[in-house]
């Protein structure tokens, strides 16, 4: 359930609403009863080792392989076709 707090009340519960917010709860900040914002948790990052591990081990491999050339790839994109 999402909780509605008026800009005025934000200056003196910001703290306790962070808490909530770690906790995984969601505000809507509002103005004269009309949604201003909405204060939630910031999503989690995914782990960049992996994703540079896997694009290094990608780069690496292709060092085994002769450039590809533009007719090579009309050539795949052209097979089966009349």
Known sequence: MTLTFDVSDLATKL????AEVEAGHEFV??????PLARLTREPEQPDRKGVEAAVAA???GRKDFAPTTIDEIIAWRDEGRR
């Open 58 to 60: 990608i780069r690496a």
């Open 29 to 34: 900040i509002a103005r004269d009863a009309k």
């Open 15 to 18: 703290p306790e609403l962070l």
